[in-house]
């Protein structure tokens, strides 16, 4: 199993900058690919970014210049800088993290609890 500890959510006027982060712990063999994905109210949770364990990235369209993926793999962390924030932004935030099982037989894709990010005047 993963447990997430996820942090750096909250209230940020529009144009400026937040970074989450989001440590993984727990029983496993490795931990692959890691990204984040996002849910406003009322609407399906969506993909915002992710990154491999090769340090390959991709971006949802309406972040690419503003947000950055990035990971430190001896620390199972990875993290989000979220800069020029809109209010579109403004959804809660989950880490989430392929990881393969200590028998090495499965890879499974784990979440964390989400941490808030809201972009208002």
């Known amino acids: 199993q993963v447990q997430f500890v996820e942090s750096g959510g909250g209230l940020v006027q529009p144009g400026g900058s937040l970074r989450l982060s989001c440590s993984a712990s727990g029983t496993f063999f490795a931990i692959h690919a890691m990204g984040w994905y996002r849910q406003a109210p009322g609407k399906q949770r969506e993909a915002v970014a992710s990154?491999?364990?090769?340090?390959?990235?991709s971006y949802e369209d309406s972040v690419k210049g503003r947000f950055t993926i990035s990971r430190a793999d001896a620390k199972n962390t990875v993290y989000l800088q979220l800069n020029s924030l809109k209010p579109e932004d403004t959804a809660v935030y989950y880490c989430?993290?392929?990881?393969?099982?200590?028998?090495?037989?499965?890879?499974?894709?784990?979440w964390g609890r989400g941490t808030q990010v809201t972009v208002r005047g």
């Open positions: 989430s993290a392929d990881w393969e099982t200590t028998t090495r037989t499965t890879t499974l894709r784990s």
């Open positions: 990154i491999t364990s090769d340090g390959v990235t």
